[in-house]
Each structure stands twice: as C-alpha cells, then as structure tokens.
C-alpha cells in the first residue's frame, strides 16, 4: 500500500484556518486522498476525498497538488470541537469495480486547538 | 436513520478465553470492516464483509474470524486471548449509495485481556 507522512501534531488557535499537509509521494493513478478524523473516545468519522480536483464540504476542504504528491485538508475556521486526531489516507481499490477496498490508516496527526 | 452500533461497549476477558463481538451496520449498508486499535500499533485493518462474504483480510493471525449474516449484522471472534489482543476493536459499514466512499464507524468495543 502507498504511504502517506503527516506531522506528529499540530497546534492552532480557536476560529483560525488551520492548514493540515500530507505527502503521499508514491501514490498512484487509481488511489483517491481520504481524510478521516479521530475524536478522543469515538471511532473515526470521514472527513472528505478527493482523486485530482480540489474539493470542498460542510466540513473542510482539500487542496491536492498538481502532481497529486501532496494533499492539504483545510479547516476554514478551528473550533475546539476540531481538536481530533486527523488521518491522511490513500484508498486502493483492490479490484477495477472499485468498490472493493480497505483504508489503510497511519499514525495521522494530532491537532490542538487553543481557545 | 442510526449508526453504526456495537456491543458490548466494554468487555474484560482472561488470557487464554475467547470472545466474540458483534457489529450491526447502518441500516442498507452491506459491507462491514473490522479494525483494532492500539496505542503502539494505531489502527490496523482486520477484514471486510460483503453479503456474507469476506472480501479482504488483514495480516491478522488465524485466530482473529469473523462473519456477517444475512441481515448484514458481523461479528468477530477472537479465540485463545492474548494479552496483547487488549485495544479497541471498531467497526465500520459503507454503501454503494455513497460510492463507498465513506466508511462510519462504530464507537467501538473496548477489550481487555488480563
């Protein structure tokens, strides 16, 4: 599976973009860009994915690099609410129908927000 | 509509015993994944069920199982416990109505082997 490097943490401040990188340099043609998040004593919630544009939600946005070697996920403005463990992950699919795939997840990286 | 459910919530077990848990997905999701969770580790994939069938596995020893009924409901097994088995084991259900491209997890069952 392709790898993805996020930083261990992160610290922002209440109602401040927050701008959380991933490099995912051996990435693939096929692999989508997901992002899911981690609150402290809940499962993991998705956030938002992306395979070349940049993509927008309720949530965040991602910005994805030309070569699509790197991602960015983009809090527009942090909460406290946001302080979780965010995950950069690439979705392999295991078959060309697509629908049959695992996440494989890393370390991710913590964000702190400051009031 | 309700989310992903999981029991027990809470569960402690002794070396050498085995234990099942069990997962009900959203309702209309046929695919239910299992993954473990550990300080050391973070999460790790387990294996995936669709329509009664498992699709991908982990590099999870033999003695990690599971299954999935008609009704889409999973469970998994754990036999002859560890103590390294202790972490929190977490499901997650997807759709074909979302692309399959989200996964919702469960709150997850938290197991300790003493």
């Known amino acids: 599976d392709a790898k993805t490097t996020q930083p261990n943490s992160m610290e922002s401040n209440e109602e401040e973009p927050v701008h959380l990188p991933c490099n995912h340099s051996t990435i693939s043609g096929t692999d989508y860009i997901h992002w899911y998040r981690q609150l402290p004593s809940q499962g993991p919630e998705y956030v938002i994915h992306?395979?070349?544009s940049n993509v927008n939600n309720r949530m965040a946005s991602l910005a994805i690099a030309e070569d699509r070697k790197s991602s960015t996920l983009i809090l527009h403005r942090a909460t406290l609410r946001d302080a979780a463990v965010y995950y950069c992950i690439l979705r392999a699919p295991i078959d060309s129908g697509g629908s049959n795939y695992k996440l494989t997840f890393g370390k991710g990286t913590l964000l702190t927000v400051n009031p | 509509k309700a989310g992903v459910t999981q029991t027990p919530r809470y569960l402690i077990k002794t070396r050498g015993q085995q234990v099942t848990l069990s997962c009900s997905p959203i309702s209309g999701h046929r695919s239910v994944s299992w993954y473990q969770q550990t300080p050391g580790q973070g999460l790790q994939f387990l294996f995936e069920y669709f329509s009664e069938t498992q699709r991908n596995k982990g590099n999870f020893p033999g003695r990690f199982s599971g299954r999935q009924f008609s009704n889409s409901r999973s469970e998994m097994n754990v036999s002859t416990l560890e103590l390294g088995d202790s972490a929190l084991y977490l499901c997650?259900?997807?759709?074909?109505?979302?692309?399959?491209?989200?996964?919702?997890f469960g709150p997850g069952t938290r197991l300790t082997v003493t």
């Open positions: 997650a259900s997807s759709s074909p109505g979302t692309g399959w491209y989200e996964q919702y």
């Open positions: 992306g395979l070349t």
